[in-house]
């Protein structure tokens, strides 16, 4: 079956870059979330949207921004990096908003040098 | 979203049961209760949810009080692959991940 495909798997960055990380949900799924998750730390809501509109905003810093284009892909971008933006970033997809089962990709490794 | 409480740690001896507890005493009517796994560095992974009832798939069972103020995640015969963060969710309308019990399968 189709799973959540996350893009890059690595990405290595220099302080004040750019980066924008990618998620393709599972076929249908009209909701996506991203989450960051740091060294040694639990994931941290970032975002999520909902047919293509935010639907709740978490810890985001202001210097990323995201959208959900038509096809229900979602890109997170992330302008001025700093060291401390290096994770783990994840993406879930969920059918419907309010507490469906939300199923994760395999994340992308951002590291900021 | 309601609050949820889990054990920071447990051990579990390989071949035995491991019971999960989670408290989500603040937790209303129509709210569901997930519990997910992360190993090491990988997304996390769907275990199973509830509301009311027991539940049980493939991989594991879930306890619900009568109250729903709590609930256990068994595993019914832990295998070192089941070592992992197990966090027990109870998303209202967002997944927000709490701190999770690391659970430690012992061979």
């Known amino acids: 079956a189709a799973g959540v495909i996350q893009s890059p798997r690595h990405l290595i960055k220099e302080k004040r870059e750019t980066a924008t990380l990618k998620c393709y949900p599972i076929?249908?799924?009209?909701?996506v979330y991203w989450y960051q998750q740091g060294p040694g730390q639990d994931p941290q809501f970032l975002i999520s949207?909902?047919?293509?509109?935010?639907?709740d905003k978490g810890s985001i810093p202001d210097r990323f921004s995201a959208q959900q284009f038509s096809d229900y892909h979602s890109e997170l971008n992330m302008s001025s990096l700093e060291l401390g933006d290096s994770a783990l970033y994840f993406c879930?997809?969920?059918?419907?908003?309010?507490?469906?089962?939300?199923?994760f990709g395999q994340g992308t490794r951002l590291t900021v040098v | 979203d309601a609050k949820t409480t889990q054990p920071p740690s447990m051990d579990c001896a390989e071949g035995r049961a491991a019971n999960l507890p989670c408290n989500h005493s603040?937790?209303?009517?129509?709210?569901?209760v997930y519990w997910y796994r992360q190993i090491h560095s990988q997304g996390p992974q769907y275990i199973i949810h509830?509301?009311?009832n027991n539940e049980t798939n493939e991989m594991a069972s879930l306890i619900i009080t009568e109250d729903r103020k709590s609930s256990t995640l068994i595993l019914p015969h832990a295998t070192l692959r089941d070592t992992a963060v197990y966090y027990c969710?109870?998303?209202?309308?967002?997944?927000?991940f709490g701190t999770g019990t690391s659970l430690t399968v012992i061979p």
């Open positions: 949207f909902y047919e293509k509109m935010q639907s």
């Open positions: 603040t937790i209303s009517g129509n709210e569901y």
């Open positions: 969710i109870v998303p209202g309308n967002q997944f927000y």
């Open positions: 076929p249908r799924h009209d909701t």
């Open positions: 879930a997809s969920s059918l419907g908003f309010g507490g469906a089962e939300a199923f």
């Open positions: 509830g509301l009311k």
